[in-house]
Structure formats: C-alpha cells, structure tokens
C-alpha cells in the first residue's frame, strides 16, 4: 500500500466516526496530555484502533486521539506522540500529522516537555519555539515526494507561525504568565544527553533540548499548516544543576505547570 493510499484509509476511519471537521490540530507531549481533557462534546479513538497508526509506548502518553470542541474552536488532539527512538522511522513519527492535514487542520499547535540548556531558565517555565535545530541527522521528508502533500524542498525560513507567536506572547502578558522564548534542539534519544553535549548545545545556539517536535513540525510546514511551538521546561540539561536527570521528574514537573500551561493553550484557542 503506497503513502497517500495510508494517509486516506486512516482519515477515512476518522471521518467515519467523528460528526465534525477540526480546524486546529493539537500535539500534547509529556505530562501535558491533561488539556484533552478539557475538550468538550469529543470522542476518544485509541491510536491502536485507526488503520497504519504505530503504537505509542511511553508513560505520559494516553495513545489517543481526542476530537470535539475546545474555546469555540473545532480541534483534534493527540494525547501522547510517537518518537523516533521508540523504533519508528520519522515517516511513522509524522503520520498523524499527515492525517490531520487531510482531515482538515490548518493549524497546529504543537507542546513539548524539554530540558532547559539556556541557564536563565528554570524548571516549570513555559518557552515559545521561535526556531530549531534538527540534530537528529534524519528528516520524514527524505524518500519520494508526493506533489499532493507539499514541494520537494519546502522553505523552512519561517516553520513557527510570527502571527501565532504573537497572539502567544499577548496572551501571556494578559495571563501574566512569564513566557519565555528560544530554540529548540531536536535530539534523538532515549538517554538524556551528557553534560559535555549540552555545553555543545548552548554552543550551537540552542536554548532547550528534546525528543520529539521538530519533525512533526517539519511535516506541518511541508503541508502548508501554520505552527506554533510551546516546550515546558521540566528540568535543567544536563550539567547544569549537577543532578541526576529522570522521566519522574518531567512528569512531576508538568503536573506542578498545568494550570498554566491550561489557561495559555486555551487562550489563544480563543484568540486565534
């Protein structure tokens, strides 16, 4: 079975069994897959009941895809994602991104649990993705290009939204919510990175550091759907407060921002 032919068997389950058309697609990363719970008039479809979905396999994430109304917005949520060190190949990772787009997303707001390499952070801040780094050495686009699903070389220039970001930071101050703002480093994982690799990070520009995000976003900008980027900074990288580094502690963390993390991402629902 060819890539557009997967694309369309698994939008075509979906649409079968939800009664609306989502506008705004939303990635809940790590911890931060309790906003789904706020959706209301939704239906829940597990990841493992849709046709050519993987598996998400990681504690944090549901495997489900949540779709109703959200601050008067029609939206579809994943609560949980896939990672490229779960075993699958980035084309996998992107695949409900690609759905998504078929299904009628023209946004897309997409959230991370990240470590903080820029030392004016701390744990339990809340960044703007202005821009990022793939140093994953891989990219979903790499294989045969499909006209129908976007340009063999999509420009790259603007991949978060500038209108996004600034509906986010006015949000923010009408919340009073600190926000800040940074570049986000893809990195492949699944250890954390060593201390002598996050001096390298900070070197090469980059102010958090994660697992996930980048190639869903590249797959969004090859689609022509506008992004916007958020990462909580669950814990400090690396060398940085000389502690160990855990997947508790990301979770303890987001529990602790939720609230906020809840207000932002509904707010600008409502703004945008």
């Known amino acids: ?39 209301k008039n939704k239906t829940t479809i597990k990841y493992s009941d849709i046709p050519n979905f993987p598996k998400s ?28 060190y779960e075993g699958y190949p980035l084309k996998d990772v992107t695949f ?16 991370n649990a990240a470590g903080g390499a820029n030392k004016s952070f701390k744990p339990g801040d809340l960044m703007i993705i202005k ?27 603007n991949a978060y939204s500038k209108d996004l970001i600034n509906t986010a930071y006015d949000v923010s101050k009408e919340l009073n919510i600190d926000i800040k703002e940074g570049n986000y480093m893809f990195l492949t994982g699944p250890s954390y990175e060593t ?6 990070v900070t070197y090469l520009g980059a102010d958090a550091v994660g697992m996930s995000t980048v190639p869903e976003v ?24 000389e502690q160990p580094l855990s997947h508790k502690e990301v979770i303890e963390t987001t529990e602790k921002v939720k609230d906020d993390f809840i207000m932002l991402i509904r707010k600008i629902l409502f703004n945008i």
């Open 131 to 157: 821009d990022h780094i793939n140093f994953g050495f891989d990219n979903p686009l790499i294989g045969e290009n499909f006209e129908e699903l976007g340009p063999r070389f999509p420009d790259m220039s």
């Open 1 to 39: 079975m060819d890539f557009i032919t997967k694309i369309k068997q698994s939008s075509d389950y979906l649409k079968k069994e939800i009664n609306i058309k989502p506008d705004i697609g939303l990635v809940l990363g790590s911890g931060l897959g309790i906003l789904a719970d706020e959706i």
């Open 57 to 84: 396999t990681v504690k944090g994430h549901k495997g489900q895809l949540v779709i109703g109304e959200l601050e008067g917005k029609k939206v579809i949520a994943m609560q949980g994602r896939f990672h490229y």
């Open 96 to 111: 409900p991104i690609r759905v998504m787009k078929d299904l009628g997303i023209e946004k897309l707001i997409v959230t």
């Open 218 to 241: 590249i797959v969004a900008v090859h689609s022509g759907i506008e992004v916007l980027g958020i990462s909580c900074i669950t814990n400090m990288a690396a060398g940085i407060l």
């Open 195 to 200: 201390p002598a690799e996050i001096k390298m």
